[in-house]
């Protein structure tokens, strides 16, 4: 009852407060395939002409918002350059008043609204984190493992079967490193309970439990979630106050393993600032201290969209060492997902399929912690209305997530 009626009041509020509107905003596809569309797309982006929703890959599509002020010299820009422009969505805040609408359907409806037919924002987060770990203390720990900028708690929830085993393997998943990502920590949250609540029924959540310590991080941007929650829902940073009225650093850009060399902007209004140094950031430096000194079999790190399975390396197109063995065991979570809902994802190099972005969290835990099995996830979905999932959408993306990670760690050695 507690966090039905925290729930329904949070989202009064949230629902109630002044929102950035994209009204107008067109959602483009266009197919870059020379070094130059690559150029064109990342300086569009620095100017803050064009907002890049999905990761820049080769001789495929990528998604960009701008606003119809602008859209006649970018279209005919992207014509020009021949990158086959074509719009997805005449105006996206359309697509958020659908969004919004769901939302205070439900708020008003009194009915109750469990984890998973809600995107919870990052109070009701916390709420059921802490209720969960009240219901089973025996299984849970909720940690602190460090505050943002605005001061909220970056959460880490520990969980492992009580079945006294001692030579457990440790897994790190972390979730909503990007902000307006939503599916990534509503994927998290039903990881975490059908670890948890499924545990004394046996089967994989009991099998998974009794061998794995979870170390998991359901939103490791709490400031830049919040914020898209409340204020801007295509907020991608954190809300670090850079310089003047540019707030944010990318945080997947922030880590220190080949930071700043390529796929990441010294610009700081860029979706894609990488920070004034490496580990600048507390959410970063947070997940570095934790991390450090600890013995770990492997590294998870959950975004949104597309349907990739990214083993290293983001920052350059070299193959990592045990590039085979890496993809191998990608390929058996990503085969596990597809026996579920038969939705297929791509498996190898970030850099070699998309292309080079330094910085990132996958790279750091393998080249600095030496974490081999170190993996970035792309949640679905490969298109369509890419970051605005439906509420539909979490049931669907932790069942058959769910399974690949099972998949995933049964055959890690």
């Not at 074509?86 to 205070?104: F, G, K, P, T, Y």
């Amino acid at each position: 009852m507690y966090i039905r009626c925290l729930i329904l009041c949070i989202a009064f509020v949230v629902a109630t407060a002044s929102k950035k509107r994209y009204d107008g905003n067109i959602l483009v596809s266009v197919t870059p395939y020379e070094e130059k569309h690559f150029k064109i797309l990342s300086l569009l982006e620095d100017t803050n002409e064009i907002d890049i929703w999905n990761d820049i890959h080769r001789n495929s599509s990528v998604h960009v918002m701008f606003n119809n002020a602008t859209a006649p010299w970018v279209m005919g820009l992207f014509s020009s350059l021949s990158m086959k422009p074509s719009i997805m969505h005449n105006n996206v805040q359309a697509l958020l008043d659908q969004e919004e609408n769901e939302i205070q359907l439900r708020a008003r409806s009194g009915a109750p609204r469990g984890i998973h037919d809600a995107f919870l924002n990052y109070d009701e987060v916390t709420a059921w984190l802490k209720e969960l770990v009240g219901l089973y203390p025996n299984l849970c720990t909720l940690i602190s493992i460090g505050k943002t900028y605005e001061n909220r708690d970056i959460w880490l929830i520990k969980c492992t079967g009580n079945n006294g085993a001692t030579n457990k393997k440790n897994a790190m998943l972390d979730y909503g490193i990007h902000a307006r990502e939503w599916i990534s920590p509503a994927t998290g949250i039903y990881i975490i309970n059908e670890l948890v609540s499924k545990y004394a029924a046996g089967g994989d959540a009991k099998v998974m439990m009794d061998s794995w310590v979870f170390h998991v991080i359901p939103i490791l941007n709490p400031d830049g979630y919040a914020h898209s929650h409340a204020r801007e829902r295509m907020w991608r940073k954190n809300r670090k106050l850079v310089s003047g009225t540019c707030y944010g650093v990318d945080l997947n850009r922030n880590f220190g393993y080949q930071w700043n060399t390529g796929g990441s902007s010294a610009s700081a209004c860029s979706d894609t600032f990488h920070g004034g140094s490496p580990m600048s950031e507390n959410e970063a430096k947070a997940l570095q201290n934790y991390m450090t000194g600890k013995s770990w079999n492997t590294y998870l790190t959950f975004h949104s969209y597309g349907q990739w399975w990214f083993t290293n390396w983001g920052y350059t197109t070299a193959n990592p060492p045990q590039y085979d063995e890496l993809k191998q065991k990608a390929n058996i979570g990503a085969n596990a997902i597809k026996a579920v809902h038969g939705r297929a994802y791509t498996v190898g190099s970030s850099a070699q399929i998309l292309y080079v972005a330094s910085g990132g969290s996958e790279d750091w835990t393998r080249g600095v912690l030496n974490i081999l099995y170190s993996y970035c996830i792309e949640l679905p979905p490969t298109g369509g209305t890419g970051f605005i999932a439906p509420v539909s959408e979490i049931l669907r993306t932790g069942l058959e997530t769910f399974a690949g990670i099972v998949a995933f760690l049964k055959a890690l050695p």
